[in-house]
T-cell receptor, first 113, second 116 residues
Framework: AQSVTQLGSHVSVSEGALVLLRCNYS??????LFWYVQYPNQGLQLLLK??????LVKGINGFEAEFKKSETSFHLTKPSAHMSDAAEYFC???????????FGSGTRLLVRP | NAGVTQTPKFQVLKTGQSMTLQCAQD?????MYWYRQDPGMGLRLIYY???????DKGEVPNGYNVSRLNKREFSLRLESAAPSQTSVYFC???????????????FGNGTRLTVT
């Protein structure tokens, strides 16, 4: 069965610092991977997705993620945090043969001035 | 472009009451989903509908029923609400997967349900 683990329920960074949100997945076959962001009292918005091809994926708002099959990881990064990046971030996995999108438990990003 | 629209936005029920959460999408997507979100647990799939006329159980279907009324609409019904169903409910839709299920899900803004 597929699963997703997000390390750290809360991550705090200073404005301008590097953002690193960790995601590891377990899957018997190469999966499709997604990062979503949720701002307070809103639904989830797609940040980026990995399907096939280039392992470094660029998303919206300056975020990017790298698919590392050997480490079963899909960590999300941004070189310089902005106050507006404060939100909850969810990693999700979907297999090539299933409708089901499985979510991690989420990481809340706090950005300090 | 409205995307995925959910109604109502907020609802308070007493234990044992019933209600239906409505969801509609205007993106001509075939697949639709209902998730619930609880603190520290991410989103868990309740039911999904791969296409009009079909529905399947997800991870946590007990206490819920769904109806895929047509291609646009997918409703979630609580027949006898329980406090454990206090949650935020999200509806989502996605394109027909085609060669693989790599389509992202598009989410509504959620319904906040409290059962007392």
């Amino acid at each position: 069965a597929q699963s997703v683990t997000q390390l750290g329920s809360h991550v705090s960074v200073s404005e301008g610092a590097l953002v690193l949100l960790r995601c590891n997945y377990s899957s018997s076959v190469p999966p499709y991977l997604f990062w979503y962001v949720q701002y307070p009292n809103q639904g989830l918005q797609l940040l980026l997705k990995y399907t096939t091809g280039a392992t470094l994926v660029k998303g919206i708002n300056g975020f990017e993620a790298e698919f590392k099959k050997s480490e079963t990881s899909f960590h999300l990064t941004k070189p310089s945090a902005h106050m507006s990046d404060a939100a909850e971030y969810f990693c999700a996995v979907r297999s090539w043969s299933s409708y089901k999108l499985i979510f991690g438990s989420g990481t809340r990003l706090l950005v300090r001035p | 472009n409205a995307g995925v629209t959910q109604t109502p936005k907020f609802q308070v029920l007493k234990t044992g009451q019933s209600m239906t959460l409505q969801c509609a999408q205007d993106m001509n997507h075939n697949s639709m989903y209902w998730y619930r979100q609880d603190p520290g647990m991410g989103l868990r799939l309740i039911y999904y509908s791969a296409s009009e006329g079909t529905t399947d159980k997800g991870e946590v279907p007990n206490g819920y029923n769904v109806s895929r009324l047509n291609k646009r609409e997918f409703s979630l019904r609580l027949e006898s609400a329980a406090p454990s169903q206090t949650s935020v409910y999200f509806c989502a839709s996605s394109e027909d997967p085609g060669q693989g299920y790599n389509s992202p899900l598009h989410f509504g803004n959620g319904t906040r349900l409290t059962v007392t």
